[in-house]
RNA sequence: GCGGAUGUGGUGGAAUUGGUAGACACGCCAGACUUAGGAUCUGGUGCCGUGAGGUGUGUGGGUUCGAGUCCCUCCAUCCGCACCA
C-alpha cells in the first residue's frame, strides 16, 4: 500500500467526527489543561495559510497533553459579530446572519481539513442568542456596579444606593465621574430619574457625554484601539472627534490592576511592554495655580514637582474650558483666532505636524504656589485636552517642548538643575542635584521630587497623584450586527431590562442603514419595544405571525397552547394597568464584548442557567496556553483582563486573569508578484515613456479610452538598475502594482491566463522586452521600429483594417517578488486547500512548523514543502516492504533505542517550550537513522508512532490501526523517556590548539578528566602539534572537549 | 524621538545556554535508474585555496583556556508607542 495521505484525510477525519475522541471530559480524575485559540472572525476570504499556524500548534499541544494524560479542553468558535459582514449586508441586503453563516461553513471546512482535535461539541458564536444572553447578562453586572476604592474591587451598586440612602456620597470613595456631595436627605428626596441620572456617575457600565471616535463611513464610533492615526483600523476611514452621548465602559478604575496583572504572566515581553505602554502609568503630583484677579484656578499634572521653581509660564489646551473665562480682552481677538485655527486641523495633521511650535497668550496670569510671582498663561495645542488636566505648568529648562514653546516666543528659561546647559535644548534627566529653588535647594532630582509632593500637601496646594494614559472604553456601536444593549429608556432615562427576559433578540430591519433622522439602524425596528412585565415585544412581528399558520397536530397544539396562554395574559391584564412599550437603546455591542468572556463559555457551552456552572469553572479555572496574534495586545487582550478581573470582584470566578501563558504566534507573509504600473496622464506621456526605453514609441490612448499600463521589471531594471526606480520618476510609479501570484511562476507571468481570469487586466497593455502585449497579441519592436510608428493604439488599423498587433504568444513579462502582509487585495494568499489537496494535512501540518520558530514573522515559501512530505512517505516506507505492511516482533537494537529515546525526549522538551520546528527536525533525524538501519520493529515504531501522532495525526491513526490497535491513538500513553538508552561508551573527543579544534580522538567516556589529559598529551599526532613545546595548561571537559594551551 | 526584538551559508533555519558553528530541510553540483522527467535513489556542497592550510555567526573592541552565545561601541532591519506634561 502507497502512502495516499488524501485517502487518509478523508477517512481518519471522518472517523473523528463520529468518534469524537477529543471530547473534553467534564468530570474527570486528570488534571485539566485548557488549550485556546484566539477566536477567529469568520470573513469572506476564508483562511489562508497563516491562520493556521497558531491552530496547529496549539492543535500539536493539545494531542500531547492528552497522551500525557491530562483530560484536554481545546474549543473553537466564532467572534461571528462584526463589520464586514453588515458592510456587505448594506451593499447587497442580504442579511449579515446568512453571509456569517456561509463564511463559518467555509472556516469550518477549512479547519476539519488540517485534522484539528478540536471539541465542537462546544463551539461558541457571539452573534448565537443563546451566546449573547450571557453576553447582555454580563452588562447588565457592569451596569448594575460600581468600583469601590477602599475594597479595590468592583461592588453590586444596592451597597451604594444603600449607603447614599444614609449618609449621602460624602464617605464614597469610588472611582467614578466628578460628582458634587450631597447628603441622605437630598438623595432621599430626589426622584426615581434624579437618582438614576447621578448613579450613571458611578456605574462601571455608563452613558454620559463624551468626546468619542465618530467615523462617518463606517457611521459608528470606535474605540481607541480601533483607531490607527487617525483612520479607522478596518476599512482605513478617517475619524474624527464628536460630542456624544455614549455608553461607556468604567475600564481606567481597572488600570493598576491591569498593570500589576502583567507581572505574574508568562507573556511575551513586548506584549505586556504594549499593555503597559496603552495603560500609561505616570506618576506626579497635582496642583493647582491661583488666576491672578479672578476665583478660577488652573489644575496641572506634572511628572516633575521638583522643578516647581522653573516654572516660567503655563500652557492650556486651546480646548480647555477656562479659556474663554480667563482671556483678557485685549488677548481675545487673537485667542480666538488661534482656537480657531486649532479646531480646523485634523488630529492627523496635529501629530504629522509636531515641529512647528504655535500658541497665543491669554493675557491672563497665574500666581506661582511657593513664590506667589505671576507667571503668563498661554494656550498651545501640543497640550492635549485628553491627557491629565489638559494644562500643564511648563518648566522649559526641564522638558524639550517647554523649552521649544518658551525659545518661540522668547520667554525666559530659569535654570533649577545645576550645571544644566540650556543653549540648546531642555535638561530631562532626572540626575543632577537642584539650585534655584528655595527649600529644595542641594536636592539631588528623586529627592526633591518626594520632599516637593509633601510640602504641596502640607500647604495644601496639591496632592501626590499617580496619572494613567489608559481612557474609558466606548462601548456603544451605532450598528445593526451585534449584541443588542439590554437597556430600555423610560422619560429619557436608561433602565436595564430584567434578567429574565433576557435576551434581547435583534429584530427584523428593512435596511442595514441609519434611519433618515440619523438614528442606527436598530431605529428601522418599528414596533420593537420593551415591557417591563412581558418583555422583549415587537408588536408588527406579533401580528404578522398570524400569517405563518403551522400545520396539523403541530397547529393544533400550537393552537391550544396559545389559548391557555392568551387566557392567562387576559387574566393578568384584568388586574394589572395597562402594559406600555419603552423604547430600547438603539446602538449595539462592539466587536469586543463578546470575546471578552467567550473562553468561559466553552467550559459550559450549553448551560441555560448561568453564563457557566460554577462546578465547570472550578474545574477548568483559567486558560493553561493562549495562542494567537500579538495585533490584540492593546484591545481584545486588555478588556479579556478587565472582565475577567470584574466578574472575580463579583464573585463569579475565582481567578482574576483569563490567561496564564499566552503565545503570538508570528505572521506569516505573503509573497508578491509585482510589475511597474505606468501614469497614463496625457498623450504626451507615451511618447515620453518610449523615450526613456529607448523604444520609438508613442502610446496613444484616444479619446474615449485609457489603458493601464504595466512595465515589465525585467524592462525597469535594465533601465534604472536593479536598486529600482527614483521616487520621483513622474512615469512610472514607484509603488508597484501587485499581479495574482497564480498568474506567475518564477517571476514570469502567465499574461493569457492573467487577462482570461481577471477581468480588470484585460484593457492593460503589457511593456514587456520584445515589444507591447495586448489582449494575446504583441506588436514587436521590430514592428515598431519597421514601420517607424510614431504612437500605437491598439484599437488601429492599417490602410487594410490590419492591427498592427500580430498574435503571439512569446512575451516575457516579468515581476519583481516583494513580502509583504497576506492579503485578498494584494492578490498573494496562499490558501491551504491547495497545499492539502497536493501533499495531505500532515504535510501541511509539519511543514508549517517546520518554517522557524512559532513568534517569527516569516514569509511563505512553498519550496522546502517537498522535503517535509519525502520525509512522510519515508516514514511510512519504515512500516512497509513494497506494497505489504511488514513490522517484526524482534528485540530492538541499542542504535534503534537511542534513535527512538532521543526523539522521545527531544519532542517533549519541545512541546513545552513551542519550539516545534527543532521537533519536526528531530523526527526527520530519526527516520533517517532508522531507515539506514532498515528497523521495521515494533518496539521502536509503535512508539515513535505515538510521538509524531500529535504532529501528524492522520498517518499516525493509519499505521497505530495497521499495528492492530482497535482505538483511536490519541487514547495512546506517550512513551517514557528512559535515559540509559542515550548512554555512550566512548566519546570522539575534539582536541583544540588554543581553542582551534585540530583533530578527534575516540575515548572511552569512563575517564576521568585526568586520564583523558594523560592520553592526549602522549598521543603522537598531538606531540607532533606541539613541535616539542609543553603545553602551558590542559583543559579537559569531560564528554564535551579538550583545550590544549600553548 | 522613546521602548522592544532581531542580525548565522544561495534560502528557511539549528547549536545541549560559554565547549567540534552551519544539525534538519530547500536549492545547487555530480552520478545511478530511465525513451523521458519537475519521479526515485547515491554522493558532494560556508567562503578562499589544486593542496597543506587559511578564514568565517552585521561592525569594532573587551572578558575567557575557549565567545554565535557574556560585556561595551557602532551599523542595519522589523515591530510597537509617539507632543502623555
Same mark, same amino acid.
Given at each position: 500500500m502507497q502512502y495516499d495521505p488524501k485517502e487518509l484525510d478523508r477517512k481518519w477525519q471522518a472517523e473523528w467526527a463520529k468518534k469524537k475522541p477529543f471530547a473534553a471530559k467534564d468530570n474527570s480524575e486528570r488534571p485539566k489543561y485548557y488549550v485556546l485559540d484566539m477566536f477567529p472572525y469568520p470573513s469572506g476570504a476564508g483562511l489562508h495559510v497563516g491562520h493556521p499556524l497558531g491552530y496547529i500548534a496549539s492543535d500539536i499541544v493539545s494531542r500531547y497533553k492528552r497522551l500525557k494524560g491530562f483530560n484536554v479542553l481545546h474549543p473553537m468558535g466564532y467572534d461571528s459579530f462584526g463589520l464586514p459582514a453588515e458592510q456587505y449586508a448594506i451593499q447587497t441586503g442580504q442579511h449579515p446572519a446568512k453571509t456569517t453563516e456561509e463564511n463559518i461553513a467555509t472556516y469550518r471546512r477549512q479547519m476539519d481539513s488540517i485534522g484539528f482535535s478540536f471539541d465542537w461539541d462546544r463551539e461558541v458564536r457571539t452573534s448565537d442568542p443563546s451566546y449573547y444572553k450571557w453576553t447582555q447578562w454580563i452588562f447588565l453586572k457592569l451596569y448594575d456596579a460600581w468600583y469601590c476604592k477602599n475594597a479595590d474591587a468592583a461592588r453590586p451598586i444596592e451597597r451604594l444606593v444603600k449607603e447614599f440612602e444614609q449618609h449621602g456620597n460624602r464617605d464614597v470613595n469610588a472611582h467614578c465621574d466628578e460628582t458634587p456631595l450631597f447628603t441622605a436627605h437630598e438623595w432621599n428626596s430626589w426622584d426615581g430619574a434624579?437618582?438614576?441620572? !447621578?448613579?450613571?456617575?458611578?456605574?462601571?457600565?455608563?452613558?454620559?457625554?463624551?468626546?468619542? @471616535?465618530?467615523?462617518?463611513?463606517?457611521?459608528?464610533?470606535? #474605540?481607541?484601539? $480601533?483607531?490607527?492615526?487617525?483612520?479607522?483600523?478596518?476599512?482605513?476611514?478617517?475619524?474624527?472627534?464628536?460630542?456624544?452621548?455614549?455608553?461607556?465602559?468604567?475600564?481606567?478604575? +481597572?488600570?493598576?490592576?491591569?498593570?500589576?496583572?502583567?507581572?505574574?504572566?508568562?507573556?511575551?515581553?513586548?506584549?505586556?511592554?504594549?499593555?503597559?505602554?496603552?495603560?500609561?502609568?505616570?506618576?506626579?503630583?497635582?496642583?493647582?495655580?491661583?488666576?491672578?484677579?479672578?476665583?478660577?484656578?488652573?489644575?496641572?499634572?506634572?511628572?516633575?514637582?521638583?522643578?516647581?521653581?522653573?516654572?516660567?509660564?503655563?500652557?492650556?489646551?486651546?480646548?480647555?474650558?477656562?479659556?474663554?473665562?480667563?482671556?483678557?480682552?485685549?488677548? *481675545?481677538?487673537?485667542?480666538?483666532?488661534?482656537?480657531?485655527?486649532?479646531?480646523?486641523?485634523?488630529?492627523?495633521?496635529?501629530?504629522?505636524?509636531?515641529?512647528?511650535?504655535?500658541?497665543?497668550?491669554?493675557?491672563?496670569?497665574?500666581?506661582?504656589?511657593?513664590?506667589?510671582?505671576?507667571?503668563?498663561?498661554?494656550?498651545?495645542? +501640543?497640550?492635549?485636552?485628553?491627557?491629565?488636566?489638559?494644562?500643564?505648568?511648563?518648566?522649559?529648562?526641564?522638558?524639550? &517642548?517647554?523649552? @521649544?514653546?518658551?525659545?518661540?516666543?522668547?520667554?525666559?528659561?530659569?535654570?533649577?538643575? $545645576?550645571?544644566?546647559?540650556?543653549?540648546?535644548? #531642555?535638561? $530631562?534627566?532626572?540626575?543632577? !542635584?537642584?539650585?534655584?529653588?528655595?527649600?529644595?535647594?542641594?536636592?539631588? !532630582?528623586?529627592?526633591?521630587?518626594?520632599? #516637593?509632593?509633601?510640602?504641596?500637601? #502640607?500647604?495644601?496646594?496639591?496632592?501626590?497623584?499617580?496619572? %494613567?494614559?489608559?481612557?474609558?472604553?466606548?462601548?456603544?456601536?451605532? &450598528? %445593526?450586527?451585534?449584541?443588542?444593549?439590554?437597556? %430600555? +429608556? *423610560?422619560?429619557?432615562?436608561?433602565?436595564?431590562?430584567?434578567? $429574565?427576559?433576557?435576551?434581547?433578540?435583534?429584530?427584523?430591519?428593512?435596511?442595514?442603514? =441609519?434611519?433618515?433622522?440619523?438614528?442606527?439602524?436598530?431605529? &428601522? /425596528?418599528?414596533?420593537?419595544?420593551?415591557? =417591563?412585565?412581558?418583555? !422583549?415585544?415587537?408588536?408588527?412581528?406579533?401580528?404578522?405571525?398570524?400569517?405563518?399558520?403551522?400545520?396539523?397536530?403541530?397547529?393544533?397544539?400550537?393552537?391550544?397552547?396559545? *389559548?391557555?396562554?392568551?387566557?392567562?395574559?387576559?387574566? *393578568?391584564?384584568?388586574?394589572?394597568?395597562? @402594559?406600555?412599550?419603552?423604547?430600547?437603546?438603539?446602538?449595539?455591542?462592539?466587536?469586543?464584548?463578546?470575546?471578552?468572556?467567550?473562553?468561559? &463559555?466553552?467550559?459550559?457551552?450549553?448551560?441555560?442557567?448561568?453564563? /457557566?456552572?460554577?462546578?465547570?469553572?472550578?474545574?477548568?479555572?483559567?486558560?493553561?496556553?493562549?495562542?494567537?496574534?500579538?495585533?490584540?495586545?492593546?484591545?481584545?487582550?486588555? +478588556?479579556?483582563?478587565?472582565?475577567?478581573?470584574?466578574?472575580?470582584?463579583?464573585?463569579?470566578?475565582?481567578?482574576?486573569?483569563?490567561a496564564k501563558k499566552l503565545v503570538n504566534q508570528g505572521m506569516i507573509q505573503g509573497v508578491s508578484d509585482k510589475a511597474y504600473r505606468h501614469h497614463s496622464r496625457s498623450e504626451t506621456s507615451g511618447a515620453l515613456i518610449g523615450r526613456e526605453m529607448e523604444l520609438p514609441i508613442f502610446l496613444s490612448f484616444g479619446d474615449k479610452r485609457v489603458y493601464s499600463i504595466l512595465v515589465s521589471a525585467e524592462l525597469v531594471h535594465s533601465m534604472f538598475g536593479k536598486g529600482g526606480i527614483d521616487v520621483d520618476n513622474e512615469l512610472i510609479q514607484s509603488t508597484p502594482q501587485n499581479v495574482p501570484i497564480d498568474c506567475v511562476d518564477k517571476g514570469l507571468v502567465n499574461l493569457e491566463k492573467l487577462i482570461a481570469d481577471h477581468s480588470q487586466f484585460r484593457d492593460t497593455i503589457f511593456l514587456c522586452s520584445e515589444g507591447l502585449w495586448y489582449q494575446n497579441t504583441l506588436l514587436s519592436n521590430q514592428d515598431i521600429q519597421k514601420h517607424k510608428l510614431g504612437w500605437v493604439d491598439p484599437e488601429y488599423r492599417d490602410e487594410h483594417g490590419n492591427s498592427y498587433y500580430r498574435s503571439s504568444s512569446s512575451a516575457t513579462f516579468t515581476t519583481i517578488q516583494e513580502v509583504e502582509k497576506m492579503s485578498k487585495s494584494k492578490w498573494n494568499v496562499v490558501n491551504p486547500d491547495d497545499i492539502i489537496s497536493r501533499y495531505g494535512a500532515d504535510t501541511l501540518r509539519l511543514y508549517e512548523m517546520f518554517l522557524g520558530p512559532l513568534e517569527d514573522a516569516k514569509p511563505w515559501n512553498t519550496n522546502g514543502i517537498e522535503g517535509t512530505y519525502r520525509f512522510l512517505r519515508k516514514f511510512w516506507n519504515l512500516f512497509h516492504a513494497g506494497d505489504a505492511f511488514s513490522v517484526s516482533d524482534d528485540a530492538p537494537t541499542k542504535p534503534e533505542l537511542k534513535a527512538l529515546h532521543a526523539t522521545i525526549k527531544k519532542v517533549e522538551d519541545d512541546i513545552e517550550k513551542l519550539s516545534l520546528n527543532t521537533s519536526v527536525s528531530q523526527f526527520m533525524i530519526c527516520v533517517n537513522e532508522l531507515t539506514e538501519l532498515k528497523c521495521n520493529k515494533r518496539a521502536i515504531l509503535e512508539p515513535l508512532t505515538i510521538v509524531l501522532s500529535s504532529f501528524a495525526p492522520h498517518i499516525c491513526e493509519e499505521l497505530w490501526q495497521q499495528l492492530g490497535h482497535g482505538e483511536s491513538i490519541s487514547f495512546a500513553t506517550y512513551p517514557k523517556f528512559e535515559a540509559a538508552h542515550l548512554v555512550e561508551d566512548s566519546f570522539s573527543y575534539p582536541i583544540s590548539f588554543n581553542g582551534k579544534t585540530k583533530l578527534q580522538l575516540e575515548l572511552s567516556t569512563s575517564l576521568s578528566a585526568a586520564e583523558v589529559e594523560a592520553i592526549v598529551v602522549a598521543h603522537p599526532e598531538v606531540i607532533k602539534r606541539l613541535e616539542g613545546a609543553t603545553p602551558k595548561k590542559v583543559i579537559v571537559v569531560v564528554k564535551r572537549i579538550v583545550n590544549v594551551v600553548v
Open positions: 434624579k437618582q438614576q441620572t !447621578v448613579l450613571l456617575n458611578y456605574r462601571i457600565a455608563y452613558l454620559s457625554e463624551a468626546y468619542v @471616535n465618530w467615523c462617518p463611513a463606517l457611521g459608528t464610533v470606535l #474605540a481607541n484601539d $480601533e483607531v490607527k492615526d487617525g483612520f479607522s483600523e478596518r476599512g482605513g476611514h478617517p475619524v474624527e472627534r464628536k460630542l456624544m452621548m455614549q455608553w461607556s465602559m468604567r475600564i481606567t478604575a +481597572y488600570a493598576q490592576r491591569l498593570l500589576d496583572g502583567l507581572d505574574g504572566l508568562e507573556w511575551s515581553e513586548s506584549l505586556k511592554e504594549q499593555q503597559r505602554n496603552w495603560i500609561g502609568r505616570s506618576e506626579g503630583a497635582l496642583l493647582g495655580f491661583k488666576v491672578q484677579g479672578s476665583r478660577f484656578k488652573v489644575d496641572v499634572f506634572t511628572t516633575r514637582p521638583d522643578t516647581i521653581f522653573g516654572v516660567s509660564f503655563m500652557v492650556l489646551a486651546p480646548e480647555h474650558e477656562l479659556v474663554s473665562q480667563i482671556t483678557t480682552a485685549t488677548q *481675545k481677538a487673537e485667542v480666538e483666532a488661534y482656537i480657531a485655527k486649532a479646531k480646523a486641523r485634523s488630529d492627523r495633521d496635529r501629530m504629522a505636524d509636531v515641529k512647528t511650535v504655535s500658541g497665543a497668550f491669554t493675557g491672563a496670569y497665574a500666581e506661582h504656589p511657593f513664590t506667589g510671582s505671576p507667571i503668563p498663561i498661554w494656550i498651545g495645542d +501640543y497640550v492635549l485636552a485628553g491627557y491629565g488636566t489638559g494644562a500643564v505648568m511648563s518648566v522649559p529648562s526641564g522638558d524639550q &517642548r517647554d523649552w @521649544n514653546f518658551a525659545t518661540h516666543f522668547g520667554l525666559p528659561i530659569p535654570s533649577v538643575i $545645576e550645571g544644566s546647559e540650556l543653549s540648546k535644548g #531642555a535638561n $530631562e534627566s532626572k540626575e543632577g !542635584v537642584l539650585e534655584n529653588s528655595d527649600f529644595l535647594n542641594g536636592l539631588p !532630582v528623586k529627592e526633591a521630587i518626594k520632599r #516637593a509632593i509633601a510640602k504641596m500637601e #502640607a500647604l495644601g496646594i496639591g496632592k501626590g497623584r499617580i496619572n %494613567y494614559r489608559l481612557r474609558d472604553a466606548v462601548f456603544g456601536r451605532q &450598528r %445593526y450586527w451585534g449584541e443588542p444593549i439590554p437597556i %430600555y +429608556y *423610560k422619560d429619557g432615562i436608561p433602565y436595564p431590562v430584567k434578567e $429574565e427576559h433576557l435576551p434581547v433578540t435583534l429584530p427584523e430591519i428593512d435596511e442595514y442603514l =441609519p434611519t433618515e433622522t440619523g438614528e442606527p439602524p436598530l431605529g &428601522r /425596528a418599528k414596533g420593537w419595544g420593551y415591557d =417591563p412585565k412581558l418583555g !422583549v415585544r415587537n408588536t408588527q412581528n406579533e401580528q404578522k405571525a398570524d400569517t405563518d399558520k403551522p400545520r396539523g397536530f403541530q397547529f393544533l397544539l400550537n393552537f391550544i397552547v396559545e *389559548k391557555v396562554r392568551g387566557f392567562f395574559v387576559w387574566l *393578568k391584564g384584568l388586574f394589572q394597568p395597562k @402594559n406600555e412599550l419603552f423604547p430600547f437603546e438603539l446602538s449595539t455591542m462592539p466587536g469586543w464584548a463578546g470575546s471578552s468572556w467567550y473562553f468561559l &463559555r466553552y467550559m459550559d457551552p450549553k448551560n441555560d442557567g448561568a453564563f /457557566a456552572s460554577k462546578e465547570a469553572i472550578d474545574y477548568w479555572q483559567n486558560v493553561d496556553l493562549y495562542v494567537g496574534g500579538s495585533e490584540h495586545a492593546t484591545g481584545h487582550l486588555l +478588556y479579556v483582563r478587565f472582565w475577567t478581573k470584574f466578574l472575580k470582584d463579583l464573585g463569579y470566578l475565582p481567578f482574576d486573569e483569563p
